[in-house]
């Protein structure tokens, strides 16, 4: 493939990757992950509600990695409600699982920007057969596209398993009891979906580029390894 060529398919690489270490930052610092809905237990029994007057006792919220809001509804009206997983949840929550899923996330956006760097250094520079080529390349777009299927599967964990919203809808409250009724994942978990999507796109475009994938060598290579041993 002419060198052109290669110019331009290692800038497309390094601007994606680019785009994503950005978009990780963003997705990071806000509370758009999850958003739930969830059932005042207490109060629909004690009226003995159903149908359209469920919806009295329906609240709903949505948070992140460090905080969210939310709005309670046991039939009086709404009480709206401010939270912080640091330090206000850490008796009620999985804390291991939250802070590796933040711990992954920083990686995630450090290998993104490492990655960004080499593919401008690939079409700019001179790269040489070291973690500055494609090996380098291939290397780093699988480490952090690893990174982020890690992240989606902790915090998928724990949203699911661990039962996290029903965990911070029942945080300190001793009277009433919640059920979560609906959880679906919103726009910043799709994020780090797209950027994990996009290191694996971009090893596709290493190969387009001409580059053979790790640990598969070419029959040319293999041809002139057999010379050079039968020379010696």
């Not at 480490?143 to 992240?151: A, K, R």
């Not at 290493?206 to 053979?212: M, N, V, W």
């Amino acid at each position: 493939m002419p060198s052109q060529q290669k110019k331009v398919i290692f800038c497309m690489a390094g601007v994606l990757s680019f785009v994503c270490a950005l978009g990780v930052v963003t997705a990071l610092g806000t509370p758009l992950w999850i958003k739930a809905t969830f059932l005042c237990k207490t109060g629909a029994l004690l009226v003995n509600a159903s149908g359209q007057e469920l919806d009295k006792f329906m609240g709903e919220m949505q948070y992140g990695l460090f905080h969210g809001e939310g709005m309670r509804q046991c039939g009086l009206g709404a009480r709206p409600f401010r939270f912080s997983f640091f330090p206000d949840l850490l008796k009620a929550i999985p804390v291991s699982i939250h802070v590796n899923v933040i711990l992954f996330s920083m990686i995630l956006i450090v290998l993104t920007m490492v990655g960004t760097a080499f593919f401008m250094y690939n079409a700019f520079g001179k790269p040489f057969e070291t973690l500055h080529g494609p090996l380098g390349l291939y290397l780093l777009s699988f480490i952090s596209g690893s990174c982020g299927c890690l992240v989606m599967i902790l915090f998928a964990s724990e949203v699911k398993i661990h039962h996290l919203s029903e965990k911070i809808a029942n945080y300190k409250e001793g009277i009433y009891a919640y059920k979560t009724q609906s959880e679906k994942y919103t726009t910043s978990f799709w994020v780090v979906f797209i950027c994990f999507f996009v290191h694996f796109l971009n090893g596709l475009l290493i190969r387009l580029a001409g580059f053979q994938f790790p640990f598969a060598k070419s029959k040319d290579t293999e041809t002139t390894n057999v010379a050079v041993d039968l020379m010696y």
